[in-house]
């Protein structure tokens, strides 16, 4: 697994800047004075550059860098413009503008006493993401070191403290981008499910259910869409019981490890980009990292679904009429509408065996998601109304961006079938509505539940402000937020 840059608190010493080998960065609050006892010569560098057309120019959370300053034995020194009114997401990109440049050496932040100093560590951390695990070094040359980075700030010890639960949420967005990031030749079915049963390591319960357990139990629909594969089909259950003896908050993910659309088989242009549509259980086992590293006061449950959809002589074909594991009669237009089949069971699964407070499930559903809102938001649906302010507003917390869409029962019309109970696809119109329509089938009769939709920022086409061009790990942090605002303590 990529792990997070290693930071590092020590007290504040701007003295010593002047030596150090590798990069600074000094963090610039009310009106972007400079710091006492800097040495002179990195004294005058900044003031020259802050006194300069780009310097004047600043805006909170943006940076100017200077190659190699005079009297300074830095490569870099970085000027963070973040006075003492900048929000969170002016901090976090204020580290993001760091950690984006942190190289293999040593970075020093001076950040003093500033209060949004823990937010500038986190969106380095976060920004600080590369996945190389498949590039080949050229012959000869060495391995590039890990970076370090060193917080120089007013109580280093009260911030080392706080930043715990930051560097749990680091590595649960980190793990879920790994999983988002790796080719489905590497993380097969059965190699994610492994993944997350080597999780038991840090305290969750971890249950793989295998096929002849998953027919046992009548989820046909989810063993439909994976019979196409030489992957076995799975179901993980993850636990985190942190909260006593009450009912769980049951997250459950969409984890299609490569989707080709089966006999309604996508266009080659693009489809090597389906090794993202794991990534709604990407984002319920990065959460449940988290939860875990943290020692969460809640009880939560992440359940995910994990087939391969490909087309073969045994794949399930258009004009075929399944059986859920509720009951209900499917009959199959679309292959390639097939997340919703892999969710109705598990969804199901999830309600009659856990009993959950609230049900939230995660899912690269549908491309009218991206039609509709593009890469920047989710698009959340829910059967209550308390729940999905809930999930909005831990969104906005966190600065992840999410909207809701409606539900209505006349949405319903587009996805009646001749032959069963529904077809698995309403067509174009409302696409992403008639998907979330379907999934509300399997939800039972006042069970707060909420379907969030992650297709378009799941792997964006371009670098966000914490994450560089890849995965992003979308839902993690709002995820945990929600848990953090709603389930502990209660």
Do not use: C
């Not at 749990?168 to 993944?195: H, I, S, Y």
């Not at 045994?314 to 009429?321: F, L, M, N, T, W």
């Not at 009218?368 to 809102?373: E, Q, R």
């Amino acid at each position: 697994m990529t792990q997070p840059v290693e930071i590092s608190f020590t007290e504040a010493a701007p003295e010593k800047l002047a030596d150090h080998q590798g990069r600074v960065a000094l963090v610039l609050a009310a009106g972007g004075k400079l710091p006492g006892k800097l040495p002179r010569g990195l004294r005058e560098a900044a003031t020259r550059a802050l006194d300069s057309k780009a310097g004047q120019a600043l805006k909170p959370g943006q940076t100017l860098e200077l190659a190699f300053p005079a009297g300074m034995a830095a490569d870099a020194l970085m000027l963070v413009m973040l006075p003492n009114s900048a929000t969170q997401a002016e901090a976090r990109r204020a580290g993001a503008a760091i950690g984006a440049k942190l190289g293999d050496g040593h970075t020093l932040v001076l950040a003093g006493g500033h209060k949004l100093a823990g937010e500038v560590a986190l969106g380095l951390a976060l920004r600080g993401y590369d996945f190389d695990a498949y590039k080949t070094k050229p012959e000869g040359e060495k391995p590039a070191g890990r970076p370090r980075v060193t917080f120089m700030v007013k109580d280093p010890e009260a911030l080392a403290r706080s930043a715990g639960d930051s560097a749990a949420l680091a590595e649960g967005v980190f793990f879920t981008r790994d999983l988002v990031n790796e080719p489905a030749n590497v993380l097969t079915t059965t190699d994610f499910a492994d993944r997350l049963k080597a999780m038991e390591e840090i305290g969750l319960e971890v249950e793989v259910l295998e096929e002849d357990q998953l027919r046992e139990l009548g989820m046909r629909a989810l063993l439909a869409v994976g019979q196409g594969s030489e992957s076995p089909s799975k179901v993980v259950v993850m636990r985190w019981n942190g909260g006593g003896d009450e009912a769980p908050l049951a997250l459950v993910g969409k984890g299609v490890v490569f989707d080709t659309g089966g006999i309604s088989i996508k266009p080659g242009a693009g489809m090597e980009e389906m090794t993202m549509d794991m990534g709604g259980a990407g984002v319920v086992a990065g959460t449940m990292r988290t939860l875990a590293l943290r020692r969460a006061k809640a009880n939560v449950v992440g359940l995910v679904g994990l087939v391969e959809n490909m087309p073969d002589g045994g794949a399930y074909r258009p004009g075929d009429v399944l059986k859920s594991m509720k009951g209900d009669t499917i009959e199959v237009v679309n292959t390639d509408a097939e997340g919703r089949l892999v969710l109705a069971d598990v969804l199901w699964y999830a309600q009659d065996r856990f009993q959950p407070k609230a049900v939230i499930n995660l899912a690269t559903l549908t491309g009218a998601v991206i039609v509709a809102l593009g890469h920047e938001h989710a698009g959340v649906f829910s059967n209550d109304d308390a729940l999905a302010d809930e999930i909005l507003s831990a969104a906005r917390a966190e600065g992840e961006g999410a909207w809701r869409l409606p539900l209505a029962p006349a949405y319903d019309t587009l996805i009646k079938s001749r032959l069963a109970d529904m077809k698995n696809s309403g067509g174009r119109a409302a696409g992403s509505i008639t998907a979330a329509q379907f999934l509300q089938r399997f939800i039972k009769d006042g069970q707060p539940w909420a379907h969030i939709d992650i297709a378009g920022v799941t792997l964006p086409p371009q670098a966000t402000d914490l994450a560089p061009k890849g995965a992003t790990g979308w839902g993690v942090m709002t995820l945990d937020r929600l848990v953090r605002d709603e389930y502990e303590g209660r």
